[in-house]
């Protein structure tokens, strides 16, 4: 008999939802990606420290060590300390460098396994930063930390960079001198503003945002590649986070011979890594990955993935297609909440025992949210654990005051 609980609906009330009870995905052991997929991992918080977690956070050092093994048990990489974690958003950044540290000394032993991580400004008060130099010594300070442990680095979007910049030369400045010191390719990291309001005119400089849209993006974009082809042998590749698939592609044809695509589009990832071939060379025609939501769907993800590889482009679709609908549900506006369903999920499925986040973000979405949520993990075969998944909803629901 199938698993049933009352669910909200949006009309108002309660209506029963069976669950499936399709078997969840198992991806193939032991099958080679050809993308390069780096998932952006959370954090796990101690629900049991004495803290106060809208001022302090604290880590449950060993379930979060135990995601990223799971994560890279299935061939993905780990995009270290990134927002996903909260970073910038409760997670401060000596206890990010932790982070960090823990998670390079926790792949010495996985072979193959990628790690990425975090390098920006976010330990600076943003009200006090007055001039570029600030940002860039901020940067280097990071930085330095970060590579003395073996670290490769993703180099963060900063808000203290938005808020001081004034042309597009401030933000050439700021990357030409950490892209000249980098000791290994970076990936460079554009967040768009639906995921922090503070990164509004990124790339463009306090005196240059215009007509706004599409004509203020063309000319960010246009000064990022510049960045770029000053310095192809620095850059490993972009992400870039901006929900618009037509923008990434255009900016990937544009790439130097060698950079990738790494494609930040919880929207549109499927179509992206899949590719259209076009371009000037094969990576410029696809989209590798570095992806929040592939925190929450990591084995279909890497079933697709494996799929990909060998060339059954179809069952990578049949596979990733159906999570589509759920990405879209969790980076529904306001974005900066997604992180609130990637643990959700991570809770459901028994990744951890709890429902508690750093900033106490568990808060930020609705019991209307959660339930769809529910209903398009199991639609996309996520449900790892179905009994375990509907025990910790009807928790929920319970905690809400509703019986199910």
């Known amino acids: 008999m199938a698993l049933t609980l009352n669910l909200p609906v949006a009309t108002g009330g309660l209506q029963p939802y069976a669950l499936r009870g399709t078997t969840a995905l198992k991806p193939a052991a032991g099958v080679k990606f050809n993308r390069i997929a780096y998932s952006a991992a959370h954090v796990v918080a101690d629900p049991l420290a004495a803290v106060d977690p809208w001022i302090n956070c604290a880590i449950d050092w060993d379930a979060t060590i135990a995601y990223r093994r799971h994560l890279w048990s299935l061939g993905l990489g780990v995009a270290e300390a990134m927002d996903t974690a909260q970073r910038g958003m409760g997670l401060d950044w000596p206890t990010s460098l932790e982070l960090i540290r823990r998670s390079l000394d926790s792949a010495k032993d ?5 790690v990425a991580s975090g390098c920006g400004t976010d330990h600076l008060v943003l009200e006090n930063v007055r001039t570029v130099d600030e940002v860039i010594a901020a940067y280097e300070e990071q930085m330095a930390a970060i590579e003395k442990l073996g670290g490769k680095l993703i180099v963060m979007a900063s808000r203290a960079l938005a808020r001081v910049a004034k042309s597009p030369a401030d933000y050439e400045r700021v990357y030409d001198r950490i892209l000249s010191q980098a000791k290994q390719p970076v990936v460079l990291h554009w967040l768009g503003e639906m995921f922090d ?12 945002v215009g007509a706004g849209g599409n004509s203020d993006l063309d000319a960010a974009m246009d000064t990022a590649l510049g960045i770029i082809n000053a310095h192809p042998d ?7 986070s901006l929900l618009d698939k037509d923008k990434e592609i255009a900016m990937r044809r544009r790439l130097p011979a060698g950079v990738r695509m790494y494609t930040g589009d919880d929207f549109n990832y499927a179509e992206l890594i899949a590719g259209d071939g076009h371009g ?22 890497s079933a697709a ?6 060339g ?3 069952k990578f679709h049949a596979i990733l297609g159906p999570t589509v609908p759920l990405s879209r549900h969790i980076f529904a506006a306001p974005t900066r909440f997604y992180k609130t369903g990637v643990v959700f999920m991570a ?6 025992s709890h429902f508690s986040m750093v900033g106490g973000q568990q808060s930020t979405r609705s019991l209307q949210h959660f339930a769809e949520l529910f209903r398009l993990a199991d639609a996309a075969n996520l449900l790892e654990q179905p009994d375990l998944a509907a025990h910790r909803m009807k928790t929920l629901l319970a905690l809400h005051g509703v019986e199910s």
Request: net charge negative; glycine share 14%; hydrophobic share 45%.
């Open 234 to 240: 620095k850059v490993d590749g972009i992400k870039i």
């Open 347 to 352: 809770w459901l499925n028994g990744h951890q």
């Open 305 to 310: 993935l494996g799929e990909l590889a060998q």
């Open 110 to 114: 996985m072979p193959g396994a990628l």
């Open 312 to 314: 059954n482009v179809d």
């Open 280 to 301: 000037s060379e094969l990576i410029h025609g696809q989209s590798d990955a570095l992806l929040g939501i592939f925190d929450a769907i990591a084995p279909a993800a």
């Open 197 to 208: 309001p503070a990164l509004a005119g990124y790339w463009r400089g306090s005196d240059q």
